[in-house]
C-alpha cells in the first residue's frame, strides 16, 4: 500500500492527557498537511510542511496543539492536556509540490486518527 | 474571507441516474478547485480537480464545472451506482504563494438507491 498511513487510527483519552498521532505520506511527497474534522463538517486546516519546514499554521491550532516533521518524511501531532472539545478525526494528507507557487498541489489523505476524550 | 459552501445536504438518486453535486464559493481569489469523496470512516479521497483557467473537466464517469462568473461549481457522476454513495466534499484553494491549504465547505451526503 503505497497511500498515506495514520497510527493510531482510533484513540480514546481521558481529559487532561497528552496524546501523539503519526502520519507517513505518500514515498517522496514533501508537503504533508494535517486537517480536523468534527462530526458533519468539512475537513479544517491545523498546520502543513514543507519537507521539515513548517510553512503555516492556523489559529486552530493552539499552544496545545505542536506538529514535527523532523526528517521531512513522516509527521508527528502532539495535544497536550486534552480537552473534550479536541474529540474530532485527524486527518493527514500529502502532496508533491513541483514549484513553491504551484496550485495544483492535490493533497492525498490518509484515513485519519479517530480520537475521543473523555 | 474564503467561504466554499454547497446548495444541498442530501442527494438521492435512483442507481443507473446522473447525479449533480453543486457548490459556491464567495473568494475570486480562489484558483483551483477539488471535489473529494468520503465514505464513513474513512479520510477523504481525491475524484477530480480543475484549475481556475478552465471551465469544465472531464474523468472516469464525473465532470467539473466551473462557473466563475457566478462562483458555482457542480460535480456531475454519470450512471450512478450504489459504491457512489458517500459525502462529496468541494474544497479550493486560494491564490498565493505558500499558502497551500485547502479549504472545505460542509458536503453534500450523496445515497443512491437500487
Known amino acids: 500500500d503505497t497511500g498515506v498511513s495514520q497510527d493510531p487510527r482510533h484513540k480514546i483519552t481521558k481529559r487532561g492527557q497528552n496524546v501523539t498521532f503519526r502520519c507517513d505520506p505518500i514515498?517522496?511527497?514533501?508537503?504533508l498537511y494535517w486537517y480536523r474534522q468534527t462530526l458533519g463538517q468539512g475537513p479544517e486546516f491545523l498546520t502543513y510542511f514543507q519537507n521539515e519546514a513548517q510553512l503555516e499554521k492556523s489559529r486552530l491550532l493552539s499552544d496545545r496543539f505542536s506538529a514535527e516533521r523532523p526528517k521531512g518524511s513522516f509527521s508527528t501531532l502532539e495535544i497536550q492536556r486534552t480537552e473534550q472539545g479536541d474529540s474530532a478525526m485527524y486527518l493527514c494528507?500529502?502532496?508533491?509540490?513541483?514549484?513553491?507557487?504551484?496550485?495544483?498541489?492535490?493533497?492525498?489523505f490518509g484515513p485519519g486518527t479517530r480520537l475521543t476524550v473523555l | 474571507g474564503e467561504s466554499v459552501g454547497l446548495h444541498l445536504p442530501t442527494l438521492s438518486v435512483q442507481e443507473g441516474d446522473n447525479s449533480i453535486i453543486n457548490c459556491a464559493y464567495s473568494?475570486?481569489?480562489?484558483?483551483?478547485f477539488i471535489w473529494y469523496k468520503q465514505e464513513s470512516g474513512k479520510g477523504p479521497q481525491f475524484i477530480i480537480d480543475?484549475?481556475?483557467?478552465?471551465d469544465k473537466r472531464q474523468g472516469q464517469r464525473v465532470t467539473v464545472l466551473l462557473n466563475k462568473t457566478v462562483k458555482h461549481l457542480s460535480l456531475q457522476i454519470a450512471a450512478t451506482q450504489p459504491g457512489d454513495s458517500a459525502v462529496y466534499f468541494c474544497?479550493?484553494?486560494?491564490?498565493?504563494?505558500?499558502?497551500?491549504?485547502?479549504?472545505f465547505g460542509r458536503g453534500t451526503q450523496l445515497t443512491v438507491w437500487p
Open positions: 473568494n475570486s481569489a480562489s484558483d483551483y
Open positions: 494528507a500529502s502532496s508533491l509540490a513541483t514549484s513553491r507557487d504551484s496550485p495544483r498541489d492535490t493533497q492525498y
Open positions: 480543475i484549475r481556475s483557467n478552465m
Open positions: 514515498s517522496e511527497h514533501n508537503r
Open positions: 474544497a479550493e484553494k486560494v491564490g498565493g504563494s505558500t499558502l497551500g491549504r485547502l479549504y
